[in-house]
């Protein structure tokens, strides 16, 4: 039997600086490398760890697998805002739980020199008025949705709402005849009579024969006297109106003089005597409810018919209610807005203004092309596929170009990086040229140029060729007047150009053009 023995291979270590001299404020970029098994366990040093300098990003470890070794290389950029030589201390790599030490470096910081006989000094410029921003306008909406909502909610409770009816609305809606005999139900079981409150019991004894006469027989009974209510019924019985007999008229004459007694000359009747008149006014209710005429078919319709415009007229009445506490609200609502905002911004939030949407929507920033072009955008540039004619590409090495484009407001925003196969400076004034033609061959007409430096915030310098000119709408003869801007970076070997298009008078895509001019960033080196 034979064996074979692997020594476990040390741990490499290396590190290394881009540069060793920068000026105030530039970076340089310290890469460490380390060369480990797959199984090692590696912490590189994070934080403020390079004082003197400073540690402006730690970019994320790129991974390269070599057999069953790995490289993990780890990049920081580093700055320092005041001139001077220092020295980036040695950093610590914990390599299971070993430390092992890059080495030291130099680095000279030089000041940025200001040469103030060529460049003229000015004063501090004063304070100026800006617009108030309006970028909290989510907050208005938002509050403006809560109250509609609110009223929605309180119309819904108070006017739509099926609310559950109490015992005594129970009652109030049963047919007069059935409320009757339940209210002398309840009178049985009072205490009247054992509390000798013979008043009290005679006086609700009548009121429920005479509320029921009122609403059954449609005689005004409740504010007749005895003789007066008598005389009404027997009229209605010689009319054919009401088939109750003689005796029972008597019957009900009589309870009704006993009851006039209790109540005004405060008689006591016997309590057998108001036990028999509370049964007799049941059966003069039952026999009077029984003489009352069957109604005809046509006082049947008319019943329901009025029934129906009842109830449409209250379901009206609750729409009414509802549509003039909604438009209530929302008429509130648009002039706390409209006082805030102004008519203009208001009626273009409502109608969906298509800059103001993007301008208002969640921008996006980032990279497009190489040499890369950084902007913010309200969305992102899609890649374009671009063909090189073939006189072009034995000088153009790559071109890349990125465009977003809304037709309906012309707005354009578009990059191209273009590397060419020889280190020569690129011609700026040709590709305008080539821009602008394609402008009118798209049927752009008087097209004004202008032309000035523009600097990025991070200084670098381009050319900047604006003006206006007519531009053709997408798929219409229609021509509308419009503005562009053409900025150029290059350097030996590489161009870059951003392309802004816009229409004139648009305030929205004016916001969105100085806020991407704004944020334009180039790298000036491939």
Known sequence: MSSIGFAQTLPSVSSEVDTTFIKIGDQLNFKVTVEVDSTDNVIFPEGQT????????????????????????KTYALTQFDSGSYTL???RIEINGKGYFTDSLRIDVATVPVDTMAQKMYDIKPLIQVEKSNSGWWKILLGVLVILAIVAGLVYWFVFRKKNLSEAEKEALLPPYDRALLELKKLDNSKYLIQDEYKQYYSELTDIVRSYLEEDV??????????????KLEMMKDAGELNLDRDTINQFKSI??????????????????ALQDRKAVEQIVVKTHEAIPE???????????????LTQKLQRK????????ALGAILISAIALISYYGVTQVWDTVTGHPT????????????????????????????QKVNIPAEAKANIKELQSFMFRDDKSLLTLATTSTTFTQPAEPEFEKTIDQLLKGFEAKGAKNIVTKQEEFVTVTGVKGIKTYGNGKFKIPESEELVRGKYVILSFGGKGFQQQVLLTW?????????????VLSTIEVKTEV
């Open 50 to 73: 390079f004082s003197p300098l400073e540690t402006v990003e730690a970019f994320a470890t790129d991974t390269t697998r070599k057999k069953d070794r790995i490289m993990l290389m």
């Open 89 to 91: 201390p040695t950093q």
């Open 218 to 231: 449609n005689v005004s009974a409740l504010e007749s006297t005895t003789d007066e209510l008598i005389l």
């Open 256 to 273: 009704l003089q006993t009851a006039d007694l209790v109540k005004f000359a405060k008689s006591k009747p016997a309590t057998n005597v």
């Open 295 to 309: 109604p005809t078919l046509e006082e049947l319709m008319a019943q329901e018919e009025y029934q129906e415009e």
């Open 318 to 325: 609750k729409w009414v209610m509802a549509g003039s506490a």
């Open 356 to 383: 103001k949407n993007l301008l208002d929507s969640d921008w996006v920033a980032s990279s497009y092309g190489y040499p890369p072009i950084h902007l913010e955008s309200p969305e992102v540039l899609v890649r």
């Open 503 to 515: 229409q004139d008078g648009d305030p929205y895509a004016e916001e969105i053009i100085n806020r």
